[in-house]
């Protein structure tokens, strides 16, 4: 099993929920949380409104997939989330041992 936790912008978190709502996911968390990466806070529009903070909102969804649907569900939230400008987000992938 994997998890794979995605760090979105918030206007396409919606989305990326609508594209993994047929997805066989384990289980699945979504979080408001707020962060910056290589844009160090310059000067960006967001959602049309300028920003020049630090911290930028994103919202992180967390989800766990067999690994089997991995690729799968991987490509679909990148595939939705991704727009080739700076502040996308990050999706970061980890093993999950699932005791019982």
């Not at 992180?60 to 991987?74: A, F, K, Q």
């Amino acid at each position: 099993m994997k998890q794979i936790i995605a760090v979105v912008r918030p206007h396409l978190a919606e989305k990326v929920l609508q594209t993994l709502k047929r997805a066989p996911l384990e289980a699945l968390t979504v979080s408001e949380v707020k962060g910056y990466g290589r844009q160090k806070s310059y000067l960006d529009e967001y959602q049309e409104t300028e920003f020049s903070e630090a911290f930028l909102p994103k919202v992180e969804i967390t989800m766990w997939v067999d690994d089997s649907r991995y690729d799968e569900t991987l490509q679909k939230v990148v595939s939705v989330a991704r727009s080739g400008r700076i502040g996308d987000g990050k999706v970061f992938t980890l093993p999950v041992e699932v005791f019982q």
